[in-house]
């Protein structure tokens, strides 16, 4: 390491008439003898990348100044026994602390006080001017308590500002203000030294606070120094009105003229966007240098008018104005953010003509420029050739490889940093942790973990937000949890990585547990906070929270923007409160797509088609563009009788767009024909898709699964498992599905057991409901009951009404009894399980039963829901009720059914009377033969054409009696019947049903 240059008398005398001192972040101005007050010795301190112009000349007290003066603590005696070894000693700490061995100066200064003698305060002020250098704030304190041993109490003027100028390097200007405060006396560089400080730390309202302190105590009257440091915070505070305010102070005390003054002005405005006040001031100056040139190219750069910069460049050197480093780093900024490699190259050459090119800014903005125009052969190149590469360059390089996804030359390069001892910062551990969190490279992201946590970055707060991502990512949340405890300083984007990590990782408690302890430390959240707070609450089963964020949001004046209330509406669609997400939707001014896309979901969700659809032509109208999720979420919708023509509608506008071949977009039109029924055009879509993903063959495996084609959905099944394609959780929801209709217990035993074996896919709820229902299914009635007992989770209604159906296909009514309780004791106002065991009870002739669960149910307030069966007929949907007499068409309805019972009958139709509770048999077939489906039926024989596939839709489970007639009609009429249920689909054709009677 090179210690900073003396400077001359000549070169400050040179400074005094208007020249320049060598750049330096910190001159300090002594006497070397009190006789002779021309002879000034000038140190620099810092290096000259932090140059700020600070300068501080200060003479030293007499007390401090006179080297021959003895000490306090000497006789004239003992300074001439001592004095020709201190003089070697002194020559030799000032050596040491020239050329930055500060250890060694430390062990002269220890070694010297042990030996009695007495150090002079300019040996001090070169060890304290080292400490400075190396920014070794421990080394500085004991120097400080050195001095005091020494007799140096208080340690002076001189000194102390020193030390303030020490503290400010080491970032702690709060211990720098209390030296000042305790300071009997401050002069000018007091002053400058802890404004210019406040400056250097990014404290800029200290700073200007601290000047004002100093122009109302007219302690001191400032200098050209001072305004500097004073408008460099005023470009970092954000204010224009303070940069108006100093600019006019300095103009009074006129050092407007005075080049660096006036330079500091040009970036103090750029920083903050007043590009005209900036070139005003510009054009001004009575003496534009380089340094001028590049301040106004720099602001322009930074600004993003980069064509400006270049422009600024070119007239730079057309006036004979040499660019240096600074200036040739700013246009070549500029040039990487136009993507102008023309010029790019021709500023390359010109920096290889003077020399610039090998200077590591130069090489850096070289390699930055060529990397943003996507050539990584010269970038290498440059990297190659650069004599010189510091920490930015080596940052630089694996940056932008990064950054374009060269994930494995960036490694290459950061593997060879550390191979050649440069030691990363923490802008390098971000890179790099960053490209393997794209990756979702656990292990490298193990060992860079490891590295930054031998380098001491591991609680650098960006280095631990990437860590946190990088865990969260790769589904190792309690080591994300680890990265965070092990930040420092954690800031809002850990807080929200954090919580984010654990939503990611369905850890929903947690995250919203986090969000909690985050507000009992007043932190205060942000949108994203709220909106992974939302996702969480979303998630999970705890609406109540979601409410409360909302309630939150709306008190702290959170912006209720495009993307928080899309996370509203979600969070609302979710939990059923569909009427608040309405609200939510229309309070929000600036929709987005994402915003009308989850409106529309929660429609559908909620079972709203109509209105989802609605929004749907509302987008239209408003001319916003839709996407793949927007048809996905509205077909979701249509996959109902009340809208498929609608859903018809939407795929004809699909067909027009560049959506017609989407993935997503066409499964969503699998999923909808596959719930219409329409199952050979679900096959169609399917054979047709050329990009098909596992939700495609997942969506096209249920749909035969629901339409009763079980050899067909396992067909696919074995298909799928043929191209390698993992099954998911709900895959093989679909495939014991079909198992279940078709009666496959054997078939489905097998796949339950691969799913855990094979596939290492734990059961859920869905596949253990699954393979009760073909047990119960199959007559295996013992064996179903006792699988329910075993499932791992609490049982709920739904298997225990499998359990119920089944006893009354089987005829147990005392199982049937015992799975009617357990049902009554989840769902007491379910009419269903009543019904059902009612059913069973006169199947075997128990009408006492009969009469006393219909009496049940009077007591208990629980009322049958009704029956209903739609059928859509020229885009017009017709609603029945059981014996409904409201329809237009009643008599022609009325007839064909008669007719038709009669041709039934002659196939050997059979009404099941018992179903019906009176006391005359031909009411009992009278009220039975005018069920809601039948009447639909009907409707549709008499009112499509004689080819046409009649559709019904009922919102119960069909009933027996139905479902045999269903059969006999679709053959004596030669048509084909489809009928869904809540169960499944029915296709009926021939006299034979696609369920093959289990449902």
């Not at 220890?110 to 002079?120: R, T, V």
């Not at 060879?416 to 794209?438: G, L, R």
């Not at 973990?449 to 969260?472: C, E, P, Q, W």
């Not at 932190?523 to 979303?538: H, K, Q, R």
Request: net charge negative; glycine share 6%.
């Amino acid at each position: 390491m090179q210690y900073p240059q003396q400077v001359t008398s000549h070169q400050y005398n040179r400074f005094k008439n208007g020249g320049h001192l060598p750049r330096a972040a910190l001159f300090t101005l002594s006497h070397k003898t009190a006789s002779s007050s021309s002879n000034f010795r000038l140190i620099a301190f810092g290096a000259p990348r932090f140059c700020n112009a600070h300068l501080v000349v200060e003479a030293r007290s007499s007390r401090n100044t006179d080297a021959t003066q003895p000490s306090p603590r000497q006789t004239p005696a003992q300074k001439v026994h001592h004095v020709s070894d201190q003089t070697g000693l002194h020559q030799r700490l000032d050596f040491l602390c020239q050329h930055g061995k500060l250890e060694e100066a430390m062990e002269v200064v220890d070694s010297m006080e042990k030996s009695g003698y007495e150090l002079e305060a300019t040996a001090y002020n070169s060890v304290v001017s080292c400490c400075i250098w190396r920014r070794d704030l421990e080394k500085g304190d004991w120097l400080r308590k050195h001095m005091v041993r020494a007799g140096f109490d208080p340690p002076g003027v001189f000194m102390d500002n020193q030390f303030i100028n020490l503290y400010m390097k080491c970032g702690k200007p709060s211990s720098a203000r209390q030296l000042f405060d305790e300071m009997p006396k401050h002069n000018l560089v007091s002053w400058n030294a802890m404004i210019a400080g406040y400056c250097y730390n990014g404290r800029y309202v200290e700073a200007l606070k601290l000047f004002r302190e100093m122009c109302v105590m007219e302690a001191e009257h400032p200098n050209q120094l001072t305004c500097i440091s004073v408008i460099t915070s005023c470009g970092g505070f954000g204010d224009s009105s303070y940069c108006y305010q100093v600019h006019g102070y300095v103009i009074k005390r006129g050092f407007v003229a005075y080049g660096p003054v006036g330079n500091a002005l040009v970036t103090m405005y750029g920083k903050q966007g007043l590009l005209e006040e900036a070139e005003a001031v510009f054009s001004n100056l009575l003496q534009r240098d380089e340094v001028s040139w590049n301040a106004l190219i720099s602001v322009n750069s930074w600004s993003q008018h980069c064509d400006r910069a270049i422009e600024l460049f070119a007239r730079m050197q057309q006036e004979g104005i040499k660019a240096n480093e600074y200036a040739f780093g700013s246009v070549l900024k500029s040039c990487a953010a136009t993507g102008n490699r023309t010029m790019a190259e021709q500023i390359h050459t010109l920096a290889i003509k003077t020399g610039f090119a090998a200077h590591p800014i130069v090489g850096t903005a070289l390699l930055d420029v060529h990397a943003k125009c996507m050539n990584f052969e010269d970038v290498k190149l440059i990297f190659a050739n650069m004599p010189e590469r510091n920490i930015v360059s080596w940052n630089t390089v694996i940056g932008r490889c990064m950054e374009s996804t060269r994930i494995i030359d960036g490694l290459h390069y950061f593997q060879k940093m550390c191979e050649m001892d440069v030691k990363p910062d923490d802008f390098t551990f971000t890179s790099v942790i960053k490209a393997v969190t794209e990756e979702s490279n656990l292990k490298e992201g193990k060992q860079l973990h490891a590295r930054a946590i031998k380098g001491g970055f591991h609680s650098d707060t960006s280095v631990g937000n990437s860590l946190i991502t990088m865990y969260s990512n790769c589904a190792q949340v309690q080591n994300s949890f680890l990265a965070f405890n092990d930040i420092f300083e954690p800031d809002l984007i850990s807080w929200n990585s954090m919580i984010h990590s654990y939503v990611q990782n369905d850890r929903q408690e947690e995250a919203l547990s986090l969000f909690i302890d985050m507000r009992h430390l007043g932190i205060e959240p942000d949108e994203f906070t709220c909106v992974s707070c939302l996702a969480a609450a979303t998630a999970s089963e705890w609406p109540e929270m979601g409410r409360q964020l909302h309630a939150y949001i709306v008190k702290d004046a959170i912006a209720l923007n495009a993307f928080v209330g899309s996370a509203l509406i979600g969070m609302y669609g979710k939990h059923g409160a569909i009427r608040k997400a309405e609200l939510v939707f229309s309070k929000i001014d600036e929709k987005d797509l994402i915003t009308w896309n989850t409106m529309i979901s929660a429609f559908t969700q909620n079972g709203e088609a109509t209105k989802a659809l609605q929004l749907f032509c509302q987008m239209k109208e408003e001319d916003v563009e839709v996407d793949n999720y927007t048809f996905a979420s509205v077909l979701a919708g249509c996959a109902d009788v009340t809208a498929a023509a609608q859903g018809r509608q939407v795929h004809s506008q699909i067909l027009k767009s560049r959506l017609v071949a989407d993935t997503a977009v066409v499964n969503a039109l699998i999923t909808m024909y596959s719930r219409l029924g329409c199952i050979d055009e679900s096959a169609q879509l399917f054979a047709k898709l050329s990009d098909k993903n596992l939700l495609s063959w997942t969506a096209m495996i249920s749909g035969y699964a629901q339409n009763g084609n079980a050899v067909e959905a396992i067909k696919l099944f074995n298909q799928m498992q043929s191209f390698n394609i993992q099954p998911t959780g709900v895959t093989f929801v679909a495939v014991l599905t079909a198992c279940s209709h078709a009666g496959l217990t054997e078939q489905a035993e097998q796949y339950f057991d691969a799913m855990t074996t094979t596939y290492r896919i734990a059961p859920a709820y869905e596949h253990y409901a699954c393979m009760v229902d073909i047990l119960a299914r199959t007559g295996r009635l013992q064996d179903a009951e006792n699988f329910i007992m075993q499932i791992p989770y609490e049982p709920n209604a739904i298997v225990w009404k499998m359990l119920l159906s089944a006893c009354r296909t089987y005829g147990d009514p005392e199982r049937g009894r015992r799975s009617m309780e357990k049902i009554v004791a989840l769902e007491p106002g379910d009419s269903a399980a009543y019904v059902l065991l009612s059913n069973i009870y006169a199947d075997s002739g128990k009408w006492e039963d009969v009469a006393r669960i219909r009496k049940l149910m009077k007591r208990n307030g629980v009322k049958k829901q009704p029956g209903k069966s739609w059928i859509e007929i020229q885009n017009t949907l017709h609603e029945f009720v059981a014996g409904d007499r409201s329809h237009p068409q009643v008599h022609d309805i009325h007839s064909k059914l008669h007719e038709l019972l009669e041709e039934i009958k002659r196939e050997g139709y059979q009404p099941q009377t018992n179903l019906i509770i009176d006391d005359e048999k031909e009411s009992r077939e009278h009220s039975i033969f005018y069920h809601s489906e039948k009447l639909a039926i009907a409707l549709g024989i008499i009112s499509l054409a004689p080819n046409t596939t009649i559709k019904i839709f009922k919102n119960l489970r069909v009933c027996e009696d139905c479902h045999t007639a269903a059969k006999l009609i679709s053959k004596v009429v030669g048509r084909t019947i489809i009928l869904r249920d809540t169960c499944r689909f029915h296709h009926f054709k021939d006299g034979l049903c696609s369920c093959r009677d289990f449902w």
